[in-house]
C-alpha cells in the first residue's frame, strides 16, 4: 500500500506551515463580523490583549495582514534610513535574506556571515560594533529554520543596546516554541508569525515596536505611510476607539484569538517544555539509528525543527518522497543552500508532540534506507522511546 501524491498526507510534520489547532480551525469559521460594528471593535481590542500577555510587552504588537515576509520587509523599510548603516547577521538562509532587504534602504550593510550549521557568536558582535560605532540598525534570525539553529538572540541584543544600536529579530519560528520575548532580547522590532508555533494557518505577521524604535520610526521622512508596508499605520489600530487602515482579516483574527486561548490556557512554559522534550525526543532517535544532526553542535539545535544531515551520498528529494509514499508523512526539505543536504522535522504547535518524534524517527529511517541508505531504525526507535520514557516523570 502506498500513499497517493495527490492526495493531502496523514501526517504534516514540516517546519512551517503547520497542521492547525483544531480550535483555531473551528474559529476560523465563526460569524464573520462587519469590522466596524463595536462588537468587532471590542473583540479586536481584546485580541491585540491576549497577543501582548503572550509575548509579555508593554504595548500590544501591531497584527499585520499578511505572512511575516511582509512585517520583516515592513521593519526594514520603516525603521532603517538612507544614511544608516546596518549590521546583519547571517548564520543561515532567513538572516542573510534579511540583508538584501536591508540593503534596498540603507546607505551601506555590514555583514557577519558564518557557515549555515553554526550560529552566530555574540562576543563577536560586541566587537565588531565596539570597532564600528557608526552602526545604527542589528539584524537578526533567532531560529533560522533551513538550517534548524538558534541564535542566542538575548546576547546578541545585550551588545546591541551596549553599542546603541536597534535590534531586528526575525523571531517568526522561535516565538512561542521556546523561551524568546521581545524583552528579553531587547528589541527594537520583534516580528513573528501565527503559522509556526501558534499553530494557525499562513497569513498574519505580530510585530512587537519599542518605543526608541517608534522614535527612530517617526523621525524617518521615508518610512511610508497609508502603505501596506507601514507599521505606523497599525500603531494605534488595536485600540477600539481607533480606525483600521483597511479591512482586517476577520476570520484570521479569529484564528488568531482561539491560538492566544490555547497558548495562555496551556501555560507558555508547558508549551516550551512540549515542543523541547518532542525535539529532544526526535534527535535521540536520530542520533540513535546513525544519522548526523545538521547542527554543528547539539546546543544550537532548535527545539521546534529537528534538522537531520542526510548521509553521504544520499539527496534528501528522494528521501522525502519516500516517507510521503511510504508512510503518508510530510516533511521539510532545505531551502536555497541547505535544499538538498537535510531534512526538517517541525516540531511546532499542534505537532510538538512526543508521539509524532516517533512517527518521524520511524519515517526518516524508513525512508532513508528506501532511498539506498544503511541506517537503524529499530535502534533509533529504541533510543527515541528510551528518551520519552525518561522525559515522563523528569
Ligand atoms: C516561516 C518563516 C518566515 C516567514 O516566511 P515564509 O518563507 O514565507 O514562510 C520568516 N522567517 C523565518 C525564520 C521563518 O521560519
Redesign the pocket.
Known sequence: MRYSETKPPVFTLT???VDAYPEVLRALGKTVLYDYDPAFQAFYENVALKAQKAMGTDTPPLILQG???LA?EAAAACLIAKDDVVLNLAS?V?GKGFGYWAARYAKKVEEIEVPYDTSIDPEEVRSFLKAHPEVKVVCV??????SGTINDIDAIGAAAAEAGALLIV?????WGGMKTSPDGCKAGIY?T?N??CLGCP?GLSLVSVSESAWAKIEANPDAPFASILSLGDWKNAWKKTEKFPFTPSVAEINGLDAALDRYLDEGPEAVWERHAVTARICREGIKGMGVKLWPATEEIASPTTTSVRMPDGIDAAPVLAEARSRYGISMSAG?AETLGKLIRIGHMGPTAQPAYALLAVAAMGGALNAAGAKVDVAAGLAAAQAAWEASIDA
Not at 534570525?141 to 533551513?146: A, W
Open positions: 517546519a512551517g506551515p505572512e511575516p515576509v520583516l543561515g532567513y534570525c533567532n531560529h533560522d529554520t533551513p526575525d523571531a517568526v519560528s522561535s516580528v508569525g503559522n509556526k499562513p531551502r
